[in-house]
């Protein structure tokens, strides 16, 4: 398991859930002692991100990742894109414009990111989210359209807020750190109705507020998130939540990158570096800005008609605004004596998303063997309006290291005020279909079949001219699937094979497809990939291990015209090649370990850029090798200490790969104590060593990752 924000762990504290057979199983082995989370892999849960047939891990034909609650508190992990660290072979980088994840040599579009199952299309909306109201992030990797939609040929991420549960339980952290760090959270989930009433409602509430935690200059951080619930159950099967989220951040001043020294590609080997002396400083305006409001509204019936057959409903609403002000990008002059600031955007997004999905599960016999099918249907509306102003000349240049760069609107010329560009509309209907088919008491068969017909609709706010016609619309119709054959060797051992296929938009996302876009992508990407894999238990329950192989191709993608470099054709391929191996030992009742490598082989096999040939060439921002290592050791009873190092590949700036990011380590370090069972005191060190590393990489910038932070949480259940 990856472990990119290592804390400490986690003691028990009052969770109302029934524990997971992989909880238990860690009872078992630790004796009287604490069990450690990040012990055994969770191979008997189950994951709906997976397969809809309620399969759990072990039984789906997959490589399927769940962090839960209890490894989101072990590892410290303070947001989304932390999470996503504890899924092997993921890295994860959050420039405020571009934030993304890398996975399985694919990003982008290509990596799908869900929100409880669900799809806004569009990068943006995956910023970091302070992680305290989600329960858990599940992973599928490879290609997994035929789930939720076109994406997902690298991977699919879906993040599950909390949502309330019968119980009565309380509470509570308070977190202080390096570089300003504040944060206050709050959780409670109660019973509303009496001991004796017909109908039980049980209401959840979660809220958290955090400040601060940046070691560049002039970088101020507030993000406020509330998660509420209602769950109902009306009897005769039937059950009903209401569920409503609501996220705001503000970012005054925020980092894009740290120029990079000339010679970029130092003494001709592709390697680049920054000054250290500018490592913290801020060439961003006065008084940049990023803000975001999003709001979520969920209304969730389930239906359990009988032992055999179930319904679920779920009408979905979503709804963002963000706002940018800022200078983006910096360079050094040839001689690094000064550096250079340009790109001025003045932005506002504004993104609708309504929906609704009917799901249906239905237990079977197919000539005297267990068949299980799920099915549903999804239809919805997706709208953004964009209003950029923009402009791309030289805002000034400044002192690297004792400079002033003014207000945005002084030194940039734009004026205040946002006029539309250009309206998207999406509209998306998918039937899918799933079955699982027992053909022997050791082997299964795992199929599934989705049908989506998407319609792109383009309305231009502004002048028509050649190539920005008053609308424009488009329609896709793909179809992806999944088979996948499972081998029970024994009840805690299985090995599998499948083959999926995906589809994903040619450039970008349909979201925030340009005319351009849509006019000359007639049709979406195609993607592919076989995958033979195995999960097992061993070492009478003390060992868990999981190993995938994988071949993924995509084709269809936007290449440059040869004849024309104003144009694209849809004739560029990629591909990826890779193996991902997890283990989780319970080594003693003390003493824990997880770890995990992946490693792939991505390449262009058809792209042009420039009028050249990129055939070979790794896509940037892919590092080849991923690993990690968390160990945990109990010293008494109400002491713990941790550690884990995380390695990161070398990463590439630019699609001809001439350069590049070495390879770094970061090593990270926990202590945590129980002063009582209801309350712990947890204190972190990350990136123990102060690493320089950049988390994404332009032509002339780093995004660099977090310099060496302390920090102490006190965790109170009441």
């Not at 993000?223 to 996220?247: F, I, K, P, V």
């Not at 999944?482 to 009840?491: A, F, K, M, Y």
Request: glycine share 10%.
């Amino acid at each position: 398991m990856a472990l990119g924000s290592l804390g400490v762990l986690a003691f028990p504290h009052g969770a109302s859930a029934a524990p997971t057979e992989a909880e238990l199983a860690t009872v078992q082995v630790t004796e009287s002692s604490t069990p450690a989370p990040l012990g055994l892999l969770p191979l008997r849960q189950s994951a709906s991100t997976g397969s809809r047939l309620g399969l759990s891990i072990l039984e789906t034909p997959a490589s399927v990742q769940v962090v839960d609650r209890a490894t989101i508190e072990a590892t410290g992990a303070q947001d989304t894109q932390e999470m996503l660290r504890a899924v092997p072979g993921v890295t994860a980088y959050s420039p405020p414009g571009n934030p993304g994840v890398s996975w399985r040599g694919f990003s982008g579009a290509s990596v799908s990111q869900l929100f409880n199952g669900i799809n806004v299309q569009y990068s943006i909306a995956a910023r970091p989210v302070d992680s305290w109201i989600y329960d858990r992030v599940e992973a599928i990797g490879g290609a997994s359209s035929f789930l939720y939609g076109a994406g997902g040929v690298g991977g699919t991420l879906n993040y599950i807020t909390k949502l309330a549960e019968p119980g009565d339980f309380s509470e509570g952290q308070v977190t202080l750190g390096s570089h300003g760090r504040k944060q206050a959270s709050l959780g409670l989930n109660r019973r509303l109705s009496g001991p004796d009433a017909t109908n039980r409602h049980d209401l959840r509430l979660d809220l958290s507020h955090s400040e601060g935690g940046s070691a560049v200059d002039g970088v101020q951080r507030h993000a406020t998130q509330l998660a509420a619930s209602l769950r109902s159950d009306l009897g005769s099967g039937l059950t009903h939540t209401l569920a409503y989220e609501w996220q705001r951040e503000r970012v005054d001043r925020p980092y894009w990158g740290t120029p990079l020294r000339n010679p970029i590609a130092g003494a001709g080997t592709g390697a680049v570096s920054i000054d250290p002396a500018t490592r913290e400083k801020n060439y961003n305006a006065t008084d940049g800005l990023y803000a975001q409001q999003v709001q979520w509204l969920r209304s969730i019936t389930e239906w359990r008609a009988s032992d055999r057959l179930q319904w679920s409903n779920t009408f979905y609403a979503y709804s963002a605004l963000r706002d940018y002000r800022n200078v983006e990008n910096y360079r050094f002059n040839a001689d690094n004596s000064a550096v250079i600031r340009s790109s001025a955007l003045l932005q506002r997004h504004d993104q609708h998303l309504v929906g609704d999905r009917v799901e249906g599960r239905y237990r079977s016999e197919l000539a005297g063997h267990r068949s299980d099918w799920a099915f549903g249907f999804d239809a919805s509306v997706n709208r953004q309006t964009r209003y950029p102003n923009s402009t791309s000349a030289t805002i000034g240049t400044v002192n690297p290291y004792d400079f002033t760069v003014g207000d945005f609107y002084a030194s940039s010329g734009l004026q205040p005020g946002f006029n539309a560009d250009r309206e998207n509309r999406i509209r998306n209907l998918a039937l899918y279909l799933e079955n699982r088919t027992a053909l022997t008491d050791a082997w299964s068969l795992v199929t599934a079949l989705r049908h989506e017909r998407i319609d792109l609709n383009l309305t231009n706010r502004r002048s028509v001219a050649p190539g920005m016609p008053a609308s424009f619309s488009r329609s896709y119709q793909p179809t992806t699937g999944r088979v996948g054959l499972v081998w029970q060797l024994t009840p805690e051992a299985m090995l599998y094979g499948q083959f999926a296929t995906a589809a994903d938009p040619p450039s970008g996302m349909l979201a925030t497809a340009s005319f351009a876009d849509a006019m000359n992508n007639t049709g979406l990407t195609t993607g592919r990939q076989w995958e033979l894999g195995a999960k097992w238990q061993f070492w009478q329950g003390k060992g868990t291990a999981t190993l995938a192989a994988y071949d993924i191709q995509r084709r269809n993608i936007a290449t440059q015209d040869p004849l024309d470099s104003t144009r694209t054709l849809l004739v560029g391929q990629q591909s990826s090649r890779g193996l991902e191996a997890a283990v989780g030992l319970a080594l003693t009742p003390r003493w824990s370990l997880r770890a995990d490598w992946s490693a792939n082989r991505a390449r262009y096999d058809d792209y042009r850029q420039g009028g050249i040939s990129m055939a070979g060439k790794r896509p940037v921002n892919t590092p080849a090798t991923v690993a990690n290592l968390w160990t945990s050791y109990q010293l008494t009873p109400a002491l713990q200490l941790s550690a884990g190092l995380r390695h990161v590949g070398r990463i590439y700036g630019d699609a001809a790969n001439t350069q590049y990011w070495p390879a770094y380590t970061l090593l990270d370090l926990g202590l945590a104590w129980r002063i009582d069972p209801r309350m712990t005191l947890q204190a972190r060190l990350r990136n123990a060593t102060d690493k320089v590393y950049a988390a994404s990489l332009s032509s002339t910038m780093a995004y660099l990752g977090t310099a060496r932070a302390a920090e102490l949480s006190l965790h109170v259940a009441f």
